[in-house]
Structure formats: C-alpha cells, structure tokens
C-alpha cells in the first residue's frame, strides 16, 4: 500500500490549494478515503472522507464549507479543494482509507500546508 500526497505550499489567509493524493497496492475504488492532517505539537486529525463511489461525504466541523473531497477512481487519486484557508489550517496533510480511523497501517509522507502573511 503507497500514498504520495502533493500539493501542499505556502498561502496566505483567504487564499485556496488543491491537494491530491495517489494511492496504489489495493483496490481503489473498494474503499473509502479520507484526508487527515498533523499540525506541530499536535496529534493527527480526521478531516474529510468521501464515500468508494464518491457519492456521499462528511467533514470535521473546523473544516466544514471551505473543504471540499473528491476522487477519480480511474486515476485512483483522492482530492482536497481547501477554501478560505486559515492560520489554523496549518499542518502536513495526509491521506488514507477509512474514515475517522484509518483503515491502512501506512502512511504517505504527507504535503505541508502553510498558511500565514
């Protein structure tokens, strides 16, 4: 199972990133996804997740109306729109599948999020 997140960067507050991730070594299009984050200090949070086919989704409420998940089961990649960004936002992001508890040991080495003026 791999995971190589990217899209990561420098933004400042208000401004908006597209992250992806893709995924290989399991049956893509069989699982949920989620995106998760880890700020400094802190531990690793569930963010969002989408449903196998996409069709359903569900989000943290710190996050709620500015990110959007989505996925391509035929490129076998996960997507986060991350709106309206704020400071607070700040972490390496990471993808897995599952929902609130990750379903795969692994991990990817994530993408770092910066928001800050």
């Known amino acids: 199972v791999q995971f190589v997140e990217s899209g990561g960067g420098l933004v400042q507050p208000g401004g908006s990133l597209r992250l992806s991730c893709a995924a290989s070594?399991?049956?893509?299009?069989?699982?949920?996804m989620s995106w998760y984050r880890q700020a400094p200090g802190k531990e690793r949070e569930w963010v969002a997740r989408?449903?196998?086919?996409?069709?359903?989704?569900n989000y943290a409420d710190s996050v709620k109306g500015r990110f959007t998940i989505s996925r391509d089961n035929a490129k076998n990649t996960v997507y986060l729109q991350m709106n309206s960004l704020k400071p607070e936002d700040t972490a390496v992001y990471y993808c897995?599948?599952?929902?609130?508890?990750?379903?795969?040991?692994?991990w990817g080495p994530g993408t770092q999020v910066t928001v800050s003026s």
């Open positions: 070594g399991f049956t893509f299009s069989s699982y949920d």
């Open positions: 897995n599948a599952g929902s609130m508890t990750p379903f795969f040991r692994s």
């Open positions: 989408t449903t196998y086919t996409g069709g359903n989704t």
